[in-house]
């Protein structure tokens, strides 16, 4: 199994940066794709940035130009860059991973770290 953690939440105050951080872990062979999502109280869970096996990056459009996401392929590590944060960017943020472990696909996702805007 491959297991996925998050690090770096916090409160924070509107303008401030974060960096979130993704940890994996678990006989892990390649990571294909990641990407950051968020849930916000009351809203269903949405895609923040993705980095796709296909090597592109995606963005929501309320995050552009605010928000980069980065990996560390000898890690086994992903991270997302927050700056200019909005009160809106207040969520909990979840981490997810699919590529190919020892034996088999996997398909993972983190349990969330929480990040406030305060202001």
């Known amino acids: 199994q491959v297991q996925l953690v998050e690090s770096g939440g916090g409160l924070v105050q509107s303008g401030g940066s974060l960096r979130l951080s993704c940890a994996a872990s678990?006989?892990?062979?390649?990571?294909?794709?990641m990407g950051w999502y968020r849930q916000a109280s009351g809203k269903q869970r949405e895609l923040v940035a993705a980095?796709?096996?296909?090597?592109?990056?995606n963005y929501a459009d309320s995050v552009k130009g605010r928000f980069t996401i980065s990996r560390d392929n000898a890690k086994n590590m992903f991270y997302l860059q927050m700056n200019s944060l909005k009160p809106e960017d207040t969520a909990v943020y979840y981490c997810?991973?699919?590529?190919?472990?020892?034996?088999?696909?996997?398909?993972?996702w983190g349990q969330g770290t929480q990040v406030t805007v305060s202001t």
């Open positions: 980095h796709t096996s296909a090597g592109s990056t």
């Open positions: 678990g006989s892990i062979l390649s990571i294909y794709a």
């Open positions: 997810h991973a699919e590529g190919r472990r020892v034996g088999s696909l996997f398909n993972s």
